[in-house]
């Protein structure tokens, strides 16, 4: 079983990508955006739990009507230089109001797991070969934040008011 960090604790993932169950098996699943977007009023039907994998092409607003029945979304990044995903993250929670998990999935690294989680990501699948108390220990990197963000975190501005 695949695990990620969600809420900064290490867990067994309850979810499974549509290419891994294509038929919908397990009670919790994945759609890449583009199947989301195609059989939209079928997986809206299922009695299961729907996430939305997007890429950094994917326009987040396109999901804007869909918070109902999508419960997550896992934005992708294909490595240390793409960073639409940062600001998909910021328009879903603080425009869009998307409350559900934010997964940040693909070729992300211990050094972003600070700023993904400043963006709003509250999940983070890691890869295979990850230390996972190195991992941990990056959301602990810094105590005070020049900007403010989309994390509850304290920014050196609000703590000097």
Sequence with gaps: MR????????????WR??????????RALILPFAR???ERERW???????????????PVAALEHDFLRISLVAIEFGGLGEGRGYS?????????????ELRAVGK???DQLFYLARCGFNAFELPETANWDEALAAFDDYSVAYQPAVDDGVSLQRRAS
């Design 17 to 26: 990508y549509a290419d891994e169950d294509p038929l919908g098996r397990e």
């Design 36 to 38: 989301w977007k195609e």
């Design 108 to 110: 992300i690294q211990r």
């Design 3 to 14: 695990r990620l960090i969600k809420q900064r604790e290490i867990v067994a993932d309850e």
């Design 88 to 100: 998909q993250a910021q328009l879903l929670r603080k425009r869009y109001k998307f409350t559900g």
């Design 44 to 58: 809206w039907l299922w009695d299961g739990k729907l996430g939305v994998r997007i890429g950094p092409t994917d």
